[in-house]
């Protein structure tokens, strides 16, 4: 009878011992037989292996073992006797819950019967939480494709959005290069309209110029009536 168990101690089912050391279920029962085999003791319900925290341990043992299974087996029962010869040789405190067990054989049906069920209501909520967990796992990917769709809308909607900004940037430039432009022209032609009509002003002083002198000319030398008249207009 096995005395290194601890009270409220975890148990665990074949497929959980699986899933938490990572091997197949029917590697399990293979390791758990050859345990057996060398006389290792384990917690059973009928037929049906219990395992607990340190069955755990002597199943990673045969696991990484480089060893023939056989002979870490062999270790591994040594090392479990030794813990059950300092279990029993020291005096344990036993729990209420354990000194009040019914003697009735039927009672005592009935409280295995009860920690079966909360054996089974626990693996119900474990079962559920890795259910919970997977599905989190879902989400959790779904919002990372989510996140990586956004990021690339915004990408691609910055892009676009430079794209337009350079567009309208070079219009810009254009346009102002051509008013430039233009107003460059409207000032050439203003300024030669100016120096054209500055010529033309200067050649009608000249002709005014001309016109007084031969005036004062002919005033200064006055003739005969049609002698003056006609030198007014002589070139």
């Known amino acids: 009878m096995r005395r290194d168990i601890q009270p409220n101690e975890r148990a665990f089912s074949s497929k959980e ?3 938490e050391v990572g091997i197949a279920t029917p590697t399990v029962r293979k390791y758990g037989q050859i345990l057996e085999r060398n006389g290792y003791e ?7 292996r219990i395992f607990v925290q340190t069955d755990i341990g002597a199943l ?8 023939p299974l056989d002979d870490t087996a062999k270790d591994i029962v040594s090392q479990q006797k030794e813990r059950l010869e300092e279990s029993s040789g020291t005096e344990v405190a036993i729990s209420d819950t354990y000194e009040n067990l019914p003697q009735d054989p039927n009672q005592l049906k009935e409280v295995l019967m009860f920690v079966v069920n909360e054996l ?6 474990n079962a559920k939480l890795t ?27 910055a892009q676009k959005t430079n794209v337009k900004i350079e567009k309208l940037t070079e219009q810009q430039k254009n346009y102002y290069e ?10 050439e032609l203003l300024q030669k309209e100016i120096q054209s009509m500055r010529e033309e002003q200067q050649k009608e002083w000249r002709s005014q110029n001309d016109f007084n002198n031969r005036l004062e ?11 003056l008249f006609f030198s007014l207009f002589r070139k």
């Open 42 to 48: 384990f917690l059973k319900d009928g037929d049906r």
């Open 120 to 125: 089974a209501a626990t693996r119900e909520m």
């Open 131 to 157: 259910n919970d967990m997977a599905q989190l796992k879902t989400t959790v990917s779904r919002l990372q494709q989510d996140h990586h769709v956004i990021s690339s809308t915004i990408g691609n909607s």
């Open 178 to 187: 051509t008013m430039l432009q233009q107003e460059q022209q409207k000032s």
């Open 60 to 67: 990673i043992a045969l696991r990484d073992t480089d060893k």
């Open 17 to 19: 011992v699986a899933e």
């Open 217 to 227: 000319e002919a005033i200064q030398r006055p003739k005969d009536k049609w002698s």
